[in-house]
């Protein structure tokens, strides 16, 4: 499995911005897709999951009602779209999945096996 993220940039406080994840090789039918953001000096964190199956979406509370996951199956393409960003949304932004996951394991890192290469998004204010 491969995933090839991509739509960071710079944008002002206030902005928004949309990130996409292609996931490519073999396909599951059920996977957890999540994004994780790392500022620099700070550890990986959780922003935002959702499940192939069943559709339900789970969010930082850094970012709920900002932030929108998503995913389009039929492309194998995961997004987030980011509104109202302010500065500390400043991070690389790494998008991953793990087939077969489990929901109690969906907020955290080692919950996931494959890895994109990370995305920057910079928010100035």
């Known amino acids: 499995v491969q995933l090839q993220a991509s739509g960071g940039g710079v944008v002002q406080a206030g902005g928004s911005l949309r990130l996409s994840c292609e996931i490519s090789g073999r396909t599951f039918s059920n996977i957890n897709m999540g994004w994780f953001r790392q500022a620099p000096g700070k550890e990986r964190e959780f922003v935002a999951a959702i499940k192939r199956s069943g559709g339900n979406k789970y969010y930082a509370d850094s970012v709920e009602g900002r932030f929108t996951i998503s995913r389009d199956n039929a492309k194998r393409v995961l997004y987030l779209q980011m509104d109202s960003l302010k500065p500390e949304d400043t991070a690389v932004y790494y998008c991953?999945?793990?087939?077969?996951?489990?929901?109690?394991?969906?907020?955290?890192?080692?919950?996931?096996?494959?890895w994109g290469q990370g995305t920057q998004v910079t928010v100035s204010s």
């Open positions: 991953a999945v793990k087939p077969g996951g489990i929901l109690s394991q969906i907020r955290i890192p080692d919950g996931y096996d494959y």
